[in-house]
């Protein structure tokens, strides 16, 4: 079972460091690490935390096995991703088979993840009787 929550408190840390990051781009009028700074907060943050809601609110996804195939590809992923990123960015073009590979590691990871809410969301939808068919199931119990 994920831990939506602990996901969560994860990708509030990329939204500090992303924040962080945005200030320094633009105190310093640098902005070579622009797309560093676009996927900390993107994928780090804001993909990250909606994965955190969706365990948290949808046990059925959180309990899946491909949750936890997603939770440490997108853990383990993104800062290989962003450290690479970042080096190639600042011209050491040998760090381009490290993005390759994260980027996969990361796309996978994200594929898991939509995979599990497309086959397992809505059975938490239809126990809860707010899926068409959950309200279907309810209305025959109550009569
Ligand atoms: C928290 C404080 C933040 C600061 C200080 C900040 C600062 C910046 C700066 C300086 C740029 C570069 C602008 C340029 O190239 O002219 C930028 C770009 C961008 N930021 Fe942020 N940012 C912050 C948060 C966020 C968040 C939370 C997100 C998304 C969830 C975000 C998404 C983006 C995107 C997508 C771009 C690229 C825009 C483009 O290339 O046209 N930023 N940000
Ligand atoms: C899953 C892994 C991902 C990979 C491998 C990836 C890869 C890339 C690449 C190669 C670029 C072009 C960078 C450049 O031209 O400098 C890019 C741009 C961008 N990506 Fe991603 N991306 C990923 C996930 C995401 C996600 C989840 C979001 C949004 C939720 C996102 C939003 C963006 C945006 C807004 C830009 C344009 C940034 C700009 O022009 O400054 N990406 N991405």
């Known amino acids: 079972m994920i831990n939506g929550i602990r996901l969560l408190k994860i990708s509030a840390i990329y939204l500090m460091a992303g924040g962080f990051l945005g200030l320094f781009m633009g105190i ?3 902005f070579i690490l622009s797309p560093v ?4 907060s993107l994928l780090g943050w804001l ?3 909606v994965a955190g809601l969706v365990y948290a609110l949808i046990p059925a996804c959180a309990a899946s096995p491909l ?6 590809g997108h853990n383990i992923g993104p800062p290989v991703m962003m450290a690479s990123l970042s080096l190639y960015a600042y011209g050491i073009k040998q760090a381009e088979k490290l993005i390759a590979v994260s980027s996969v590691v990361v ?5 898991m993840f939509v995979i599990n809410v497309c086959t397992n969301a809505h059975k938490h939808l239809d126990a809860m009787g ?4 959950g309200h ?4 025959e119990e109550i009569a």
């Open 28 to 30: 310093s009028h640098d």
């Open 37 to 40: 700074h676009v996927h900390v």
């Open 47 to 49: 993909t990250l935390a």
């Open 67 to 72: 949750a936890r195939v997603h939770f440490w």
């Open 107 to 111: 796309v996978f990871s994200i594929l």
């Open 130 to 133: 707010s899926s068409e068919k």
């Open 136 to 139: 279907r199931l309810l209305a």
